[in-house]
């Protein structure tokens, strides 16, 4: 289970470390691909690999079905450690995400979120005047 926050920074070379915390919960490998309102997910092989086991029963030619499908998976890379324990965040999910410098990494239970610091922040900022209402929401999907 990925809990908490951590701060980070992206290095000259666009490479980043998981935080320890969350090393701990992954054995299978990594995937990361473009998420929600503007973050990266960070998801296991094994779930990313549940996802496409769903995907495989679903009609090939339902052409509503197929952006998602591209946009999911075209963005989609196996992360790959170095010997330091550090990836390279490439160009296009660093754009998509608006990623400079300052990282922070949450954990979001079944996976990863990684967000641009500034955007976290100002995410923070915009729903703290209503955070039970927010948390209230989860009643609708009966937690």
């Known amino acids: 289970m990925f809990l908490g926050e951590f701060k980070h920074s992206v290095d000259n070379k666009n490479r980043l470390r998981i935080p320890p915390k969350f090393k701990k919960d992954l054995d299978c490998g990594l995937v990361l691909t473009k998420g929600n ?23 090939m030619f339902d052409s509503k079905l ?15 450690e170095d010997n330091q324990g550090r990836f390279l ?31 976290w922040q100002d995410y923070q900022s915009n729903t703290k005047n209503n955070f039970e209402e927010i948390l209230s929401q989860l009643g609708e999907y009966g937690i």
Do not use: Y
């Open 89 to 119: 965040l490439p160009a296009n999910l660093k754009n998509f995400a608006n990623i400079e410098k300052d990282v922070v990494f949450i954990g979001v239970g079944t996976r990863i979120e990684l967000w641009a610091n500034e955007k």
């Open 66 to 80: 197929q952006m998602p499908l591209r946009l999911l998976f075209s963005s989609a890379m196996e992360i790959e």
């Open 37 to 59: 309102d503007g973050c990266l997910f960070i998801v296991t092989k094994k779930q990313f690999d549940n996802v496409l086991e769903k995907i495989n029963s679903l009609p």
